[in-house]
């Protein structure tokens, strides 16, 4: 039995025809590709709940301690109700800003006003 194609050649050319689409590749190469990713919210909580208790230590932002708590929450959350803890992570950041944003004001507002003069 012979494999020979009309042109000539002695053997099938390997892949598609010219022209034509390869089959797709499925996986990344030999085994099970990986698992997927877990989408929550866990390392976004962390650097908020370490922002949040840093700007209450530190700054004396009084908003730092709702926005902790709610960052704590949320990563307790992050498993079971992804979507209500990205939420409260949410507003454990706009919390955070929005107490840098009232300590900075406080600062202008007392410099400003000469309560800062020695």
Do not use: H
Request: net charge negative; with cysteine.
């Amino acid at each position: 039995m012979s494999q020979e194609d009309p042109s000539g050649y002695p053997y099938q050319p390997y892949g598609a025809p010219y022209g034509e689409q390869p089959p797709p590749q499925y996986g990344y190469g030999y085994g099970y590709p990986p698992p997927p990713r877990n989408e929550g919210p866990s390392a976004n909580a962390i650097v908020s709940l370490v922002l949040n208790l840093l700007a209450l230590v530190s700054c004396c932002n009084i908003l730092g301690l709702p926005g902790a708590i709610l960052a704590g929450l949320a990563l307790g959350r992050a498993r079971t109700d992804p979507q209500t803890a990205k939420i409260m992570v949410i507003w454990s950041w706009v919390l955070f800003g929005l107490g840098f944003v009232l300590g900075i004001g406080t600062i202008l507002f007392l410099g400003l006003n000469g309560y800062l003069d020695d």
